[in-house]
């Protein structure tokens, strides 16, 4: 049996001793955050559409139920601007700290983390878009309550744009809070129980006036972010509100939010690789 030289072989066909190379199909990119964020946002929005009514009637008649019984309590003045402000983000609290603490406590629990872990979307996209999509529902309620608050205590509607900054940065604050407290929380029934612990904080910290508390609640009251919020909606109802302190309460609720938000990715990565 003779070999056929190389050399003589027509162009193009391979030698004996030659194999074909074969390289390995690179994979794509990593998508970028904020594509992601909104595949995210827009999945988790959709999932909640059903629930949407029930989360609203919930959490508006919840704040409107307690603004209608301070009403025979508080006449009017400072009381009255606390407890309408509030009420108000108390809305955002339902929703943000308490539902999303037990989604992702529930999420954890049912092996839903692994499903994102197979996606090539990075983690901050996971909780930024859970988290908005859980904030889109306080809107209509907050608003709802903060206008229903003014006419019940007869309060100016002159400045409820300012609602525009607080839902957000209220939202972002609770939402990354909540987040963290679901996916740190060993089972989902005590991330449950501290939602439910974070939501009633808001309640009774942000709803009654700081002046009636003592001086260890007010202590505990400055720790919880929602109460910025809060304190700067109410000092938009005076006649000549003090915009410096407004901005700065703002500023504290953005400066939380980052913090908690962070933190609650950091508590993803630790429960997506156990």
């Known amino acids: 049996m003779s070999v056929v030289p190389a050399e003589v072989l027509p162009a193009g066909a391979p030698a004996a001793d ?36 029930p989360l609203l009637f919930v959490a508006t008649f919840q704040s409107v139920g307690i603004m209608i019984l301070m009403r ?5 003045g400072e009381e009255a601007r606390a407890v309408v402000a509030g009420s108000s983000v108390l ?15 529930q999420l954890r629990a049912s092996g839903g983390l692994d499903h994102y872990a197979t996606l090539p979307v990075p983690p901050a996209a996971v909780v930024l ?30 400045h409820l744009w300012v609602l525009i900054a607080v839902i957000p ?21 005590l991330a449950t129980v501290l939602g439910q612990l974070g939501m009633s904080a ?34 938009t109802f005076g006649e000549s509100p003090d915009w410096a302190y407004v901005l700065g309460d703002l500023a504290v609720c953005a400066g939380v939010g980052v913090v908690s938000l962070a933190a609650a990715t950091w508590a993803y990565r630790r429960a997506a690789v156990r």
């Not at 025979?72 to 009017?76: T, W």
């Not at 908005?132 to 100016?156: D, K, N």
Request: hydrophobic content about 55%; glycine content about 10%; charged content about 15%.
């Open 202 to 235: 808001a309640l009774l910290l942000g709803v009654l006036p700081a002046e009636r508390m003592p001086e260890a609640v007010r202590f505990a009251r400055d720790l919880l972010p929602s109460t910025y919020g809060v304190d700067a909606f109410a000092r």
């Open 169 to 189: 940065l209220v939202g972002a604050a609770l939402a990354g809070l909540g987040a963290a407290l679901g996916l740190l929380a060993p089972r989902p029934e």
């Open 18 to 53: 030659e194999t074909p190379v074969t390289h390995a199909a690179e994979l794509g990119p990593r998508a970028r955050l904020w594509p992601s964020l909104c595949a995210v946002y827009r999945a988790q929005l959709s999932r909640a559409r059903v629930a949407r009514i």
């Open 72 to 76: 025979g309590v508080v006449d009017g």
């Open 129 to 158: 878009g859970a988290a908005g999509a859980y904030a889109s529902f306080t809107v209509p309620g907050t608003v709802v309550t903060a206008v229903f608050g003014c006419v019940l205590f007869g309060l100016p509607l002159a």
């Open 91 to 105: 809305v955002v609290a339902f929703v943000a700290l308490n539902l999303l603490a037990q989604y992702f406590g």
